[in-house]
Nanobody, 124 residues
Framework: QVQMVESGGGSVQAGGSLILSCTTD????????MGWFRQGPGKAREFVATTGWNGPTMWYADSVKGRFTVARDNSVNTVFLQMNSLKPEDTGVYYC?????????????????WGLGAQVTVSS
């Protein structure tokens, strides 16, 4: 059974940092591009960042470029999101999923396997 478990969320002031982790089970992480998504209060879920299956390639939403860094360790089935210079608009629940590219968009693949997410709250 495919599982994705996000952790590491919390509450910080603007300018602070957090590191999120996504631990996966039920599939071989090294075979998949992995993405982070977030859903802010009253907003639709949106793409944040992707790490390619082989590690070195990464893509970011314009809103987080230069502030967030995505990484992965396939040996422990875990994907990370380092978030620096956090802003109040980064507030939301963060999720991970396997992803596929459609044109210029990164879309989640396993729509039936979303985890509970990690809550990130940034105060001004």
């Amino acid at each position: 059974q495919v599982q994705m478990v996000e952790s590491g969320g919390g509450s910080v002031q603007a300018g602070g940092s957090l590191i999120l982790s996504c631990t996966t089970d039920g599939f071989s992480l090294s075979d998949y591009d992995m993405g982070w998504f977030r859903q802010g209060p009253g907003k639709a879920r949106e793409f944040v960042a992707t790490t390619g299956w082989n590690g070195p390639t990464m893509w970011y939403a314009d809103s987080v470029k230069g502030r967030f860094t995505v990484a992965r360790d396939n040996s422990v089935n875990t994907v990370f999101l380092q978030m620096n210079s956090l802003k109040p608009e980064d507030t939301g629940v963060y999720y991970c999923n396997t992803v596929m590219r459609e044109g210029t968009d990164w879309l989640p693949q396993r729509l039936d396997a979303w985890g509970l997410g990690a809550q990130v709250t940034v105060s001004s």
